[in-house]
């Protein structure tokens, strides 16, 4: 549906360099990087805000590259929501339809119908200036929604949303996708690319990096950069030096051997391991687990979802464990433990 074909724009010293990726119709497609990495530029050349340097924008195969923001059939909503002060909810989200000659009867009848699905109709009469900010957001949306745009394009949604709103605005954003829209979210979170998106570009120093599902891109990182950037914390750069009967390759990092499945040998590179993927014993299990090592507990932290443990066996892996875990096997800093990881579990990234 959306096809983005070497886009390059040059700011200053930072340059948005050939970025090319596809959007089908209905994804929820998701633009993940760090801040200053080139992803509300991406948003800006889409809408019509920034014209490239070179490159192509296609809609259904109509080149929209030199297409006025009116004629594009996208709908932006900005990071600071740009929500007219000096109007009424009502007449916010009145305005886009008014501007395309809807009054009268019909005007009333879609702005009801927008407010009712965004829950937003007791607003109707108040100023947004008395809002809160997943009220004006969700008058931002219903605003940017009225005209029924093909792709809606949303930079930093939920960035200046209280914790305990954003889980509303997700599921709303996916009711809004499930129903056939089709969505380009920019985020720096790596949580709601997971939550969110069907797809993710991971951009970084204005080039996209990996492309792909979130499961894959989370769970096969193709470079250390989105290995780091998507938190995982079992990360080791070492080099694979030999290799088993049945196909295994032995990775080694400060003399600790972690065996894995890959096709490289002899060559430098990265491993990596989810944390649920560590598995923790008193003694030693005696497990299929070819990676099974001896160390110490040297810290543990509460995360959302568990206790994140970190052992020292010559180097420092990190397991995340559920309380009952924790208490029924008793797990303290400076406890002896064992720690168990299969081999295909196991990600090598090939830097040589």
């Known amino acids: 549906m959306l096809r983005i074909e070497n886009i390059s724009k040059k700011f200053g010293q930072f340059e948005l360099n050939d970025i090319t990726f596809q959007v089908d119709k209905g994804d929820y497609f998701m633009v993940l990087g760090p801040s200053g990495a080139g992803k509300s530029i991406i948003l800006e050349v889409i809408s019509g805000l920034v014209k490239p340097d070179k490159g192509k924008v296609f809609i259904d195969d109509l080149d929209i590259t030199n297409l006025a923001i009116g004629d594009r059939s996208v709908g932006l909503v900005f990071q600071d929501l740009a929500v007219f002060p000096h109007m009424s909810v009502f007449e916010n989200i009145a305005f886009p339809l008014k501007r395309k000659g809807i009054k009268g009867s019909e005007l009333k009848s879609r702005v009801s119908d927008l407010a009712e699905k965004f829950s937003i109709s007791h607003l109707l009469k108040r100023s947004p200036v008395n809002l809160s900010g997943g009220e004006l957001q969700r008058v931002a949306l219903a605003r940017t929604l009225a005209l029924k745009p093909e792709i809606l ?200």
């Open 153 to 352: 394009l949303l930079d930093e949604p939920l960035s200046s949303i209280d914790v305990q709103l954003k889980a509303g605005l997700k599921s709303l954003l996916r009711s809004i996708n499930r129903e056939g829209q089709t969505i380009i979210h920019v985020t720096h979170d790596y949580d709601e690319a997971i939550s969110l998106g069907s797809q993710v570009a991971v951009v970084n120093s204005g080039r996209i990096v990996q492309t792909g599902t979130p499961v894959d891109v989370f769970r096969n990182p193709a470079s250390e950069f989105v290995a780091n950037f998507s938190g995982i914390k079992n990360f080791f750069k070492g080099s694979i030096s030999d290799s088993s009967a049945h196909e295994l390759r032995c990775f080694t990092v400060s003399g600790i051997k972690i065996w894995l499945y890959a096709d490289d040998s002899k060559s430098e590179g990265y491993v990596c391991f989810p944390e649920n993927s560590v598995s923790i014993a008193l003694v030693n299990p005696q497990t299929s687990a070819i990676n099974t090592y001896q160390g110490v507990i040297v810290e543990i932290f509460q995360q959302k979802h568990g206790f994140e443990v970190w052992v020292d066996i010559g180097i420092r892996v990190a397991s995340l464990v559920t309380w009952e875990s924790l208490e029924r096997l008793n797990l303290k800093t400076g406890n002896e433990v064992w720690v168990s990881v299969k081999a295909n579990a196991v990600q090598y990234i090939s830097i040589s």
